[in-house]
């Protein structure tokens, strides 16, 4: 049974460094992309970091320099780290993963498994 739970969501002032985990369970994360997403409130779900499962990045331009997807096989986890926090980076943020995966995947159809999310607030 597959299970991915994101975790180190919270309340944090702008400018602030915030690192999100991602533990994932029954796949191993080699041969599967992965990705972060954010939904924010009112708004669509939308992808804010990927890496291909040949651990390619990319980033949209909107989070570009400040997101940081990366993963530790070891433990069967990725994170994003988010550097220089922002208010508009307030939302729910949610890991997910697509077996084979070996070009990026951009869209939230392509995933097939999902966490169920952390918030972030970021707020003075």
């Known amino acids: 049974q597959v299970k991915l739970v994101e975790s180190g969501g919270g309340s944090v002032p702008p400018g602030e460094t915030l690192r999100l985990t991602c533990a994932a369970s029954?796949?191993?994360?080699?041969?599967?992309?992965l990705a972060w997403f954010r939904q924010a409130p009112g708004k669509e779900r939308e992808g804010v970091a990927y890496?291909?499962?040949?651990?390619?990045?990319w980033n949209p331009e909107s989070t570009r320099g400040r997101f940081t997807i990366s993963k530790d096989n070891a433990h069967n986890s990725w994170f994003l780290q988010i550097d220089s926090l922002k208010p508009e980076d307030t939302g729910v943020y949610y890991c997910?993963?697509?077996?084979?995966?070996?070009?990026?995947?951009?869209?939230?159809?392509?995933?097939?498994?999902w966490g169920q999310g952390t918030q972030v607030i970021v707020s003075s």
């Open positions: 997910a993963a697509v077996k084979g995966g070996y070009f990026i995947a951009k869209t939230v159809a392509e995933y097939d498994y």
């Open positions: 029954g796949f191993s994360l080699p041969y599967h992309g």
């Open positions: 890496m291909s499962a040949l651990g390619d990045t």
